[in-house]
């Protein structure tokens, strides 16, 4: 049961480099979130997606491009890198809205900007 | 939009202490989730809690959801090494469709033998 898995765990990319975080679950889950985690500020949410086909804004969504095309991906796209987007970037998977149904977080990707 | 307020940001204690840490609110949540992050790794929930007023434990932990759903505190019984980490509360309004979660900044914790 491989739960929520993330790819890559670590990334060097150059200031205006374009690049895809990918974030699979295996657990039939509806929906999906990205979070970055930067010192101090705890978890953000990016964007998120209530099912295939659809995707909203989070807190934090400027600059970064989502699509829900199956169930089961969830990619997070940089399309020109900006040294601002150095975090952590977590993807988390949940079956439904409400506590009873807790999110799942895989174990992040490490994003340097240079 | 909504604010969680964590405190405190870190705690030094020493193995076999209780813990408490707890959230306030600008707004009301109608869900409290206190997680828990290992190094490297990603959150794992604690707690979670569903009524203003709740308490509910988990071995050592004891988490309350304010009566009036603007707070949230979670304690830690008798502290052991391996709580080391950093606690998040995060909280939840349901509306529709809507389920997003803020989270608090987090706690850090550590327990020295």
């Known amino acids: 049961n491989a739960g929520v898995t993330q790819t890559p765990k670590f990334q060097v990319l150059k200031t205006g480099q374009s690049m895809t975080l990918q974030c699979a679950q295996d657990?039939?889950?509806?929906?999906m979130s990205w979070y970055r985690q930067d010192p101090g500020m705890g978890l953000r949410l990016i964007h998120y997606?209530?099912?295939?086909?659809?995707?909203d804004q989070g807190e934090v969504p400027n600059g970064y491009n989502v699509s829900r095309s199956t169930t089961e991906d969830f990619p997070l796209r940089l399309l020109s890198a900006a040294p601002s987007q150095t975090s952590v970037y977590f993807c988390?998977?949940?079956?439904?809205?409400?506590?009873?149904?807790?999110?799942?977080f895989g174990d992040g990707t490490r994003l340097s900007i240079l | 939009g909504q604010q969680l307020n964590q405190s405190p940001q870190s705690m030094f204690i020493q193995e076999g202490e209780d813990v408490s840490m707890n959230c306030t609110s600008s707004?009301?949540?109608?869900?409290w989730l206190w997680y828990k992050q290992d190094p490297g790794e990603g959150p794992v929930l604690l707690i979670a809690?569903?009524?203003?007023?709740e308490l509910t434990s988990n071995g050592r932990l004891t988490a309350q959801f304010g009566i009036t759903r603007k707070d949230s505190f979670l304690n830690i019984s008798a502290s052991i090494p391996s709580d080391v980490g950093i606690y998040f509360c995060?909280?939840?309004?349901?509306?529709?469709?809507?389920?997003?979660?803020?989270f608090g900044k987090g706690t850090l914790l550590t327990v020295n033998p």
């Open positions: 809690l569903y009524k203003a007023g």
């Open positions: 997606s209530v099912g295939a086909g659809i995707t």
């Open positions: 657990m039939n889950h509806e929906y």
């Open positions: 995060a909280g939840q309004l349901l509306r529709g469709s809507n389920y997003k979660l803020t």
């Open positions: 988390a998977s949940t079956q439904g809205p409400g506590g009873n149904q807790p999110q799942h």
């Open positions: 707004s009301i949540f109608n869900t």
